[in-house]
């Protein structure tokens, strides 16, 4: 196993975590667009996010991983304007069942597993982070090719608040560390830049990824939901979301699609003034290859972009994005 910070090897696109589920295999309607272009040839593998327990989620899932729901009802989606609502809530079996699978021990080419703590409060999240290294450093041996770890801090159907990221990011990346592969933090625009300068100063932190989703009714400053879900307030509560009018248990959910894209063009400016020098890997709102043209002048040698709602809102366009970064970043 190469120990090393360098993400060159991971290539200028990758997945979204969880676009094309736990191993690779994607999701039924995966197979009828792909003669059409949802095609992620070319595009670096990032597993569906993992919790150390099994996790119901929203999402209920067979047991090859695939949704029971042929339409998941946790997912509401303008498809025609672009943008969707998901609160999936890390649906899943647990680490240890992904592990002793012996899948990702296979893979060939580098990739990329995806963690997130879950529990209620720092210390069991902690001892949950402890959990899951010392499982992954018993099969760490036996994969066959470089693997990264991206930790998941930006999920909003779990309810970890920004403001407790900067201390408790450092501290399971020290924690981590001792995997000795690259660590990849995954947190969202609502995190200033000025923190995840400090997330990135971290010796073991060998880039950004930014964003996930945003929970509904945040930014409001910034992201009109009034136009977009048709709501009485510019701060609107979680019971003004699609998806809480469709049942109360999947809360509001997040925001992803295309109004994510120009607030993430500028928290890379934001982000390249703050000074922070570590590789960024960016998504949301990626929709086009257009888009792609848009957001490569902003990015340096050793950044990428990730595609994740673009498989379900414009899935035609999967391959092209795919071809325009390779050829741009």
Not at 290 to 309: T, W
């Amino acid at each position: 196993m190469e120990k090393s910070n360098n993400l060159e090897k991971f290539g200028k696109v990758w997945n979204a975590s969880g676009v094309t589920n736990f191993f690779g295999d994607g999701y039924p309607f995966h197979i009828f667009l792909k003669p059409f272009g949802l095609d992620f040839r070319g595009s670096t593998f990032v597993a569906k996010t993992a919790t150390l327990r099994p996790r119901a989620g929203n999402m209920p899932l067979r047991k090859n991983f695939m949704p029971k729901e042929w339409n998941p009802k946790c997912i509401w989606m303008n498809w025609l304007r672009g943008y969707a609502l998901n609160s999936v809530g890390l649906s899943g079996p647990g680490a240890k069942a992904l592990f002793e699978m012996g899948r990702w021990q296979k893979r060939k080419e580098p990739f990329v597993i995806s963690f997130m703590s879950v529990e209620d409060a720092p210390e069991k999240r902690t001892e949950e982070l402890h959990q899951f290294v010392a499982l992954f450093r018993e099969h760490l041996p036996h994969f066959q090719a470089q693997v990264a770890l991206q930790i998941n801090f930006s999920c909003p159907n779990v309810g970890l608040r920004p403001e407790e990221i900067a201390e408790e990011v450092t501290k399971e990346l020290d924690i981590t560390s001792v995997l000795k592969i690259p660590l990849i933090p995954k947190i969202n625009l609502e995190i200033p830049v000025e923190i995840a300068k400090k997330i990135s100063d971290h010796p073991a932190c060998a880039g950004i990824c930014i964003t996930n989703t945003i929970p509904f009714g945040h930014m409001p400053d910034r992201i009109d939901w009034q136009k977009l879900f048709k709501t009485k307030s510019k701060t609107p509560g979680q019971e003004e979301s699609p998806l809480y009018k469709r049942d109360p248990k999947f809360g509001g959910g997040g925001l992803s699609g295309k109004p994510l894209f120009p607030l993430l063009c500028e928290w890379i400016k934001n982000a390249r003034s703050a000074g922070i020098e570590k590789p960024l890997n960016v998504g949301g709102g990626i929709l086009s290859p257009k888009d792609v043209q848009k957001i490569a002048p902003l990015l340096r040698k050793g950044d990428s972009i990730f595609i994740g709602s673009v498989a379900f809102l414009r899935p035609w366009n999967t391959r092209g994005i795919i071809r325009q970064a390779n050829r741009l970043l």
